[in-house]
């Protein structure tokens, strides 16, 4: 018999193979669970989209997070068809969910093509050594967007 989180991995799993069979992106599916009950769906849209922040893990929290008026998933767990990638890794930190479960890992991804091992390469590396140009510029001014914020009263912290 199939437990519950099981249950809840098959369907980021579906989600994934749905991706797959309909052409809409890579194999990718994950979905957000909160109190049993699934409160957010993604699968990767990256070049359906032409956006290539649309994974899947992303998508379905951004999905949890419109639905339940919340930037935030404490009390969620993310069910993945595969492994986070590094960008994923960081939007589910900022998401804040209590657990994430994945099922292919990064090397089974790799077998296929994607391949994210020289991301996290790169971000090991002293910014003067990464393949992109990353390089501060001080304008007049350049403080003021974060001098604004810890003076204002209006702000949302998260």
């Known amino acids: 018999m199939i437990n519950e989180q099981e249950q809840r991995m098959q369907e980021a799993i579906e989600l994934a193979?749905?991706?797959?069979?309909?052409?809409?992106?890579?194999?990718?599916?994950?979905?957000?669970?909160?109190?049993?009950?699934i409160i957010g769906r993604g699968s990767n849209l990256v070049t359906l989209n032409n956006d290539p922040t649309a994974h899947a893990e992303v998508q379905a929290i951004r999905d949890a997070c419109k639905n339940i008026g919340s930037f935030q998933l404490t009390g969620c767990e993310i069910y993945t068809s595969c492994e986070p990638c590094p960008m994923c890794i960081g939007a589910i930190y900022w998401a804040r969910p209590d657990a994430v479960y994945y099922a292919c890992t990064k090397e089974d991804a790799a077998a296929i093509d994607f391949d994210d091992h020289f991301i996290y390469e790169q971000i090991a590396l002293p910014m003067e050594q990464r393949s992109i140009v990353m390089k501060q510029m001080k304008p007049d001014q350049y403080k003021r967007p974060f001098e604004q914020w810890a003076v204002s009263d209006i702000k949302k912290e998260y």
């Open 17 to 37: 193979v749905q991706n797959v069979l309909t052409g809409q992106g890579g194999p990718f599916g994950a979905i957000v669970v909160r109190n049993g009950e």
